[in-house]
């Protein structure tokens, strides 16, 4: 694979001082910086033109490739015609287009789309939209959250809040008051080495009822969950689980919102998650795929009624006061139209399903290798939990990961003791073994 033209200019070690990179160990990365010039389909490239196989999809969102013509084109075409347009008292034509594009693609009577930059920004709409809810409707006792242990839900104070991964909350000291967690529903004891939903843990949803008896049901808002915990390396929801939790939620009255930020747009299969359970929650958040990573966009997908409960009041007045500048901003609507004909023409939301079976097959083969205490599979995700044994924890990944940009040539992600892939959805079956090779031997140099 050949490294497209680009320039690169010639930098000093100095110049990566200014950075401050987010998640990211600073001062390791710049002693050995993974620096990326450029990208096409299932490839990175870096500085020097040495080719990177994409085992991350960038970062869980280029789920149609790189540098795709199409998404390219019409970004081009919308800078040249309309740069920006005021989200606020203002609109263009092309972001009632896609939200009407979105709408279709969800299940149910979700048919109203609010328009953000990030699944941060979407996280933390959604959490208002259903506090102000139930404001609106009279029931203003409803302020309370439920989030779940080992949930990721961005990095709003709202969605560290609710999110349930410790090292993103503590720094930054108690956060949101009012929120409660589920537990998380990983058990390697009853659930190592499963390809798909896990048999065991549907139960676990039934941790409502105590949440519910002890702060009583008038007093909760909403419940948010991702259908496949992502960034703690891909723990797919126990057969029945979410249904209960759906069931529960009807009970008492409370909202349940799917965070999507990861799942939506096919990653596991289908447009959103939801489908793939048939279960309709009363909001899902979304981001990433949704431009395929072009350009940054998110958004929360609401129910009818919740939207319906909004519209009252004199209709001069905003009946939500909350939204971005950059909300539906033009570029993203123009990528994310165009990103949603290229899922359509290609077929990548069925194509993703039909490579499940010989996805999950091949990564099981690294079973056995050294360090490797478990395999967890669905969709095109796949985690890989490692023993910690070199040290301070999480290091026997991060050399993993090191070892496979520079030797091996693909892009993973380590994060705590687990290692993350999640390729773009275009990937051949070819590539899908060429993936787990690449790590396969990056473990074993390791170990």
Request: glycine share 12%.
């Given at each position: 694979?050949l490294?497209p033209?680009?320039?690169?200019?010639?930098?000093?070690?100095?110049?990566?001082?200014?950075?401050?990179?987010?998640?990211?160990?600073?001062r390791?990365?710049?002693?050995?910086?993974?620096?990326?010039?450029?990208a096409?389909?299932?490839?990175?490239?870096?500085?020097?033109?040495?080719?990177?196989?994409?085992?991350?999809?960038?970062?869980?969102?280029?789920?149609?490739?790189?540098?795709?013509?199409?998404?390219?084109?019409?970004?081009?075409?919308?800078?040249?015609?309309?740069?920006?347009?005021?989200?606020?008292q203002?609109a263009?034509?092309?972001?009632?287009e896609?939200?009407?594009?979105?709408?279709?693609?969800?299940?149910?009577?979700?048919?109203?789309?609010?328009?953000?930059?990030?699944?941060?920004?979407?996280?933390?709409?959604?959490?208002?939209?259903?506090?102000?809810?139930?404001?609106?409707?009279?029931?203003?006792?409803?302020?309370?959250?439920?989030?779940?242990?080992?949930?990721?839900?961005?990095?709003?104070?709202?969605?560290?809040?609710?999110?349930?991964?410790?090292?993103?909350?503590?720094?930054?000291?108690?956060?949101?008051?009012?929120?409660?967690?589920?537990?998380?529903?990983?058990?390697?004891?009853?659930?190592?080495?499963?390809?798909?939903?896990?048999?065991?843990?549907?139960?676990?949803?039934?941790?409502?009822?105590?949440?519910?008896?002890?702060?009583d049901?008038?007093?909760?808002?909403?419940?948010?969950?991702?259908?496949?915990?992502g960034?703690?390396?891909?723990?797919?929801?126990?057969k029945?689980?979410?249904?209960?939790?759906?069931?529960?939620?009807?009970?008492?009255?409370?909202?349940?919102?799917?965070?999507?930020?990861?799942?939506?747009?096919?990653?596991?299969?289908?447009?959103?998650?939801?489908?793939?359970?048939?279960?309709?929650?009363?909001?899902?958040?979304?981001?990433?795929?949704?431009?395929?990573?072009?350009?940054?966009?998110?958004?929360?997908?609401?129910?009818?009624?919740?939207?319906?409960?909004?519209?009252?009041?004199?209709?001069?007045?905003a009946?939500?006061?909350?939204?971005?500048?950059?909300?539906?901003?033009?570029?993203?609507c123009?990528?994310?139209?165009?990103?949603?004909?290229?899922?359509?023409?290609?077929?990548?939301?069925?194509?993703?399903?039909?490579?499940?079976?010989?996805?999950a097959?091949?990564?099981?083969?690294?079973?056995?290798?050294?360090?490797?205490?478990?395999?967890?599979?669905?969709?095109?995700?796949?985690g890989?939990d490692?023993?910690?044994?070199?040290?301070?924890?999480?290091?026997?990944?991060?050399?993993?990961?090191?070892?496979?940009?520079?030797?091996?040539g693909?892009?993973?992600?380590?994060?705590?003791?687990?290692?993350?892939?999640?390729?773009?959805?275009?990937?051949?079956?070819?590539?899908?073994?060429?993936?787990?090779?690449k790590?396969?031997?990056?473990?074993r140099?390791?170990?």
């Amino acid at each position: 694979m050949l490294a497209p033209n680009y320039q690169v200019s010639q930098r000093s070690s100095q110049d990566l001082q200014a950075y401050w990179l987010p998640f990211t160990s600073n001062r390791a990365f710049k002693r050995a910086p993974r620096l990326i010039a450029a990208a096409k389909d299932m490839y990175y490239f870096t500085s020097d033109g040495r080719a990177v196989l994409d085992g991350m999809a960038g970062l869980w969102c280029t789920n149609a490739g790189h540098n795709r013509a199409p998404i390219v084109a019409a970004i081009q075409r919308q800078a040249a015609d309309l740069d920006y347009a005021p989200a606020f008292q203002f609109a263009h034509p092309k972001a009632f287009e896609l939200a009407s594009r979105i709408a279709a693609l969800a299940p149910g009577d979700l048919g109203h789309v609010f328009f953000c930059n990030s699944g941060s920004e979407a996280v933390d709409t959604a959490l208002k939209i259903a506090i102000a809810y139930h404001n609106v409707r009279g029931d203003g006792t409803r302020t309370r959250l439920a989030g779940r242990e080992r949930g990721y839900h961005g990095v709003g104070f709202g969605g560290i809040s609710v999110g349930g991964i410790v090292n993103n909350r503590k720094p930054f000291g108690p956060l949101l008051t009012g929120v409660d967690h589920l537990p998380h529903t990983y058990d390697r004891e009853h659930q190592a080495f499963t390809k798909g939903e896990p048999e065991w843990g549907a139960h676990l949803a039934d941790e409502l009822e105590r949440i519910v008896a002890l702060h009583d049901a008038s007093t909760i808002a909403a419940v948010i969950v991702e259908p496949m915990g992502g960034s703690t390396g891909v723990l797919p929801a126990p057969k029945g689980y979410l249904q209960r939790l759906r069931a529960i939620c009807d009970k008492y009255g409370i909202l349940l919102i799917f965070d999507e930020v990861i799942t939506g747009f096919g990653r596991l299969g289908y447009a959103f998650a939801a489908e793939r359970y048939g279960v309709v929650p009363d909001m899902i958040t979304f981001a990433k795929g949704i431009t395929s990573g072009t350009v940054p966009m998110g958004g929360v997908i609401a129910r009818t009624s919740i939207y319906d409960a909004f519209m009252r009041g004199p209709d001069h007045v905003a009946e939500l006061p909350h939204g971005y500048t950059y909300s539906a901003h033009p570029l993203a609507c123009a990528a994310g139209l165009a990103t949603l004909d290229l899922y359509q023409a290609e077929g990548l939301f069925e194509r993703a399903r039909s490579l499940e079976s010989f996805w999950a097959a091949t990564a099981m083969e690294l079973k056995g290798c050294p360090g490797v205490v478990d395999i967890r599979v669905v969709g095109l995700a796949a985690g890989i939990d490692l023993a910690s044994g070199l040290g301070a924890s999480g290091k026997r990944a991060a050399d993993i990961m090191q070892k496979a940009f520079y030797e091996e040539g693909v892009m993973i992600r380590g994060t705590g003791n687990t290692l993350i892939v999640a390729p773009p959805l275009i990937v051949s079956e070819e590539q899908v073994g060429e993936i787990f090779d690449k790590i396969g031997r990056a473990i074993r140099a390791v170990n």
